[in-house]
Each structure stands twice: as structure tokens, then as C-alpha cells.
């Protein structure tokens, strides 16, 4: 039904779980989405560092890394060349009923496996739409990868519903913070910049990425404040996640980019990495 | 283990779920806290309401309110003369991986049973502390009952660590928001105000049951913007939810309240409505 090919909780076969676990109560937990490429888990070692900061921000105790190390050899296994590898912590059940954790919860693990059906977007780039909704600044949560995502829920289905790739989501004052499943950069005559994700965002793997490989590139990288205005004077945009790389925007909006050379010389740089 | 005394999945018994509820992984639905007492649902009509306005507000089709009304009188017919009982509605299973709905997600209802063992709050009035996280404006999302809860989850656990009643949020611009788990009152020489929900918090049952019955009790009410600085020239203060009921505040961080008769009319007023 789901379209899952395997799944496992707690480190066994099985698809359900307690309807008072706190992840679906609150979305009291984190989550990762790993590709999975030839045998291979991409970046894992960036997701799993990322899971435990997201673990620590919520004071949520999960240290069963060597079981859901286990569970993703399970899932590499029997994964086809190209998969997706969704982790899921949870605080677990709640042992009483409230917003305020007991303490004595037990953290839960999924972990499913999920096909990856081919991209193929436009070689030319994606057509983006602006998310109507702005996306609350909340530095508790920004950054990490939660289970609260409505906020990406509604976006999407804007993107979905007007044709577009994916929406980009900002700030109530108006700067951009990311598409909904994704990381934003702009190439610029001063190199990269995407925005931070310190008040709201989601840190992706992919973008961590391409942070540390700009160097290798010859290209200057920033993070910062990118207002709606500085995408007019931007050269390049191009979204990343862990799923589908790095990929150029053609479009944002009623703004086109004209180039793509930088963004496909990362992608090319990225998609080659034995990772 | 968890605490609760029945549960029903889709008007099941059952206490499981599958692992790919999109409630589980993105927060996506909503649900309701329903107080039961002396074999009533109170103030069911509300809550269905409210439950209903979220499920708009998503664009999650439910409709199996019938179905649901025979949970609730299933969970009635063996609740102890106080208890709470749960409401979840998701969007149902993932069809696909990603944050847009496929749009042939069939909602899931989780109705559950919990004991409500007597509250016991000073009758001098609770105390609070301010929540050190700011919480961020979501218009798309504010006022609904959603899913999405960690910013409640992690004020709450500060509330719990200092020893407090609640905590009470602000948003970014120090505005008052609410309690953790609670709507605040603030009771002035002017009559009721409490925080307007259109960009931030939780529109509750029992908030909206005071601006209703306020009238009745010969006071004029408003919903309006409440900044740190009103607190100190307020009267009262009070809190609201569908479980405590109407409680007063005794202190809010190093503000103490005087007094607190307004507010213990009120309550009593509410305690006795036949709801």
C-alpha cells in the first residue's frame, strides 16, 4: 500500500507502531533521508552526525547507533541500485499523557526503505514558485531535522499544485530561508551564498556538501541574509538535497536565471564523489 | 506501558498504527483534548468544530464524523467519571514518499482513553515562567489544533524543569502567545483581554468558551496584542485548557498577581455549565 519495500522498528522487520509514540503524538523526533547508490549509503556519516545533533537539541536520548547501523546494512542489502533510505527517532511512547516529556521514554527507530524512480529534470533547470505561506523564525528547531513539517507539507503542495518543482519558503521579513525540500544557493560575481538556518531551515546534508567542496572548486562560499532583491542580481540559483543532488533553477518566480554552468560544474563534482 | 486506558484505531480496538502515517512523519493532521466527565463529552460540539476548521485548513479530507461520535460513546461507556480522551485525525498512510500529499491518502482516526487523575493547583493560583524560546509566526498554521507540537514540547519541559505550572511563550516581537498548554487571560480595568491566535498558538476550547460566557458574566472582552508591559498593570491573570478548566495565576516569572476573584468567578461559572 504505502509503496515502502522494507521496513524495520527497532531493528525488526515490521511496519506499525504504538499509536502513543510521541513522533506521531507531537512530532517529538528527527528524520533523514539517505540515498542509497550502488551498494552504497551516500553521506551517511553527515546524516548521522545531524541525527544526533537533532537527538541533543530535543534532549531526546537515542545511542542505539550501532542497531540502526545494522538495519541500514539490512536495508543496503536488499536495496536496488538506486533507493531511498528513510531514518526515523522518536522519543517513543509516551508513558504519560502531555506535552512535557516524562523522562523515561524510550527512544524508537524506523528505518524504510523506499524507490528512488530516476530524476529527469529539464537539463535546463526547474521552475520554482513562491510558497505564499511565511515560515515562522523558531532558532529552538531551526537547523535540524524535526518531524514538524507542515510548514514543508504546505509549501509542497503549492509547488505541486501550480506545476513547479518546489516552492521557496521565507521569513515573515521577507528573506528567503529554502525550497521545501530542499537547500537554495545563488551563484554571484562574489561565488556562492546560500541562506543561513539558524532561525529557520533545515541544515541539509547535501548543502554541507557543497559547502565543504566549494573550496576544491576554486569558489568562494557564504552564508548569509539573501533578500528576494538579490536573486535579480544573482548569475545562478541551484537547489540541493540528498536526493536529487544539485540541480539548476531555471525559474523563481517571474525571475529567470539565463546560466547553469556553475551549479552543473558542482553537480558533475558532487554526483562523482565516492560517496 | 503508556498509560491509557483504551484506544481505538478507525473504530477498531487497537493501539498500533502503520509506521508510513504521514501524522508520524510530518506532524500532518490534528487533534483534540477532550475532557469526560459524569459521562459527558464536554463541550464535544466545540471540539469537533475546531477539529473540522483544522482539517479545512490542511486540506485533509475526514468526514467520518459519524464514526467518530460512535468512538467517542464507546470510550464514554467505560470511562471513570473523569478522564480525558484523545482525538487524532491523520492525513492516513503515505501513498509515496515526500512532503506534498498524493492527494489518495486516506485520513486515520486515533481516539484514545486516558485517566485524569484531580488536579490539585494551589488555590492561590499557579505559577509561571517564561518560555526562553520565542515561537515563530505561522499564519497558515495558527489557531488549528495541528500536529506539529515540539515548540510546545520544549516549553513545557522547561516549565517542568523549573518547577512551574506552564510556560509561557512570546513570539519573536515579545508579544504574548500563550502557555505551553494552556491560552492566557489577563484581567484589567477594562475587562478580559487574551492574545489574538491568528498568527501564532492554539485557538482552545476553553478560551473560546470564556469569550463566549464573559457577556453573561457582565464582562467585556477583547482579543487583542498583550506585550510583557501589560502583565504588570493587569489585576489578574488566568489560565484556560480543556482539562484544567479555568486557574488562576498566581506569578508569571518575577510578576506576582494580587489577586485573583475575577478569575475564581469565572471558573466557577464554567465548573458548572451542563457541557
Known amino acids: 500500500v504505502s509503496g515502502a519495500l522494507a521496513s524495520w522498528v527497532d531493528g525488526t522487520p515490521g511496519d506499525t507502531l504504538p499509536a502513543v509514540d510521541r513522533g506521531l503524538q507531537y512530532g517529538d523526533g528527527v528524520f533523514e533521508t539517505v540515498l542509497l547508490r550502488a551498494g552504497r549509503a551516500r553521506f551517511l556519516d553527515l546524516h548521522l552526525a545531524r541525527l544526533r545533533r537533532g537527538c541533543q537539541r530535543l534532549d531526546l536520548r537515542f545511542d542505539a547507533f550501532e542497531g540502526l547501523r545494522a538495519d541500514i546494512a539490512a536495508a543496503l542489502a536488499q536495496a536496488p541500485p538506486l533507493a531511498v533510505l528513510k531514518i526515523l527517532v522518536s522519543r517513543g511512547s509516551a508513558t504519560r499523557r502531555g506535552y512535557a516529556p516524562a523522562g523515561d521514554e524510550i527512544a524508537r527507530r524506523v528505518v524504510s526503505l523506499w524507490p528512488a524512480p530516476p530524476l529527469s529534470p529539464d537539463p535546463g533547470g526547474v521552475d520554482l514558485v513562491w510558497s505564499p505561506h511565511p515560515c515562522g523564525d523558531d532558532p529552538a528547531l531551526a537547523g535540524i531535522k524535526h518531524l514538524n ?48 538556518v539558524d532561525r529557520a ?22 552564508v548569509g541574509h539573501i533578500t528576494p532583491e538579490d536573486l535579480v542580481s544573482a548569475d545562478e ?34 554526483e562523482a564523489l565516492d560517496a
Open 149 to 196: 513539517r507542515l510548514g514543508n507539507v504546505l509549501a509542497a503542495a503549492e509547488a505541486q499544485a501550480r506545476g513547479a518543482f518546489d516552492a521557496v519558503m521565507r521569513a515573515g521579513d521577507g528573506r528567503l530561508v529554502s525550497g521545501a525540500m530542499s537547500n537554495l544557493f545563488l551563484v554571484t560575481r562574489r561565488g556562492l551564498i546560500t541562506p543561513e
Open 201 to 222: 531551515g533545515v541544515a541539509g546534508v547535501m548543502r554541507a556538501v557543497v559547502l565543504r567542496e566549494a573550496a576544491t572548486l576554486g569558489l568562494l562560499v557564504t
Open 237 to 270: 540559483a541551484f537547489l540541493t538535497n540528498a536526493r536529487i543532488g544539485v540541480v539548476p533553477v531555471r525559474r523563481l518566480g517571474e525571475h529567470r536565471f539565463a546560466m547553469n554552468h556553475v551549479c552543473r560544474r558542482i553537480a558533475a563534482h558532487v
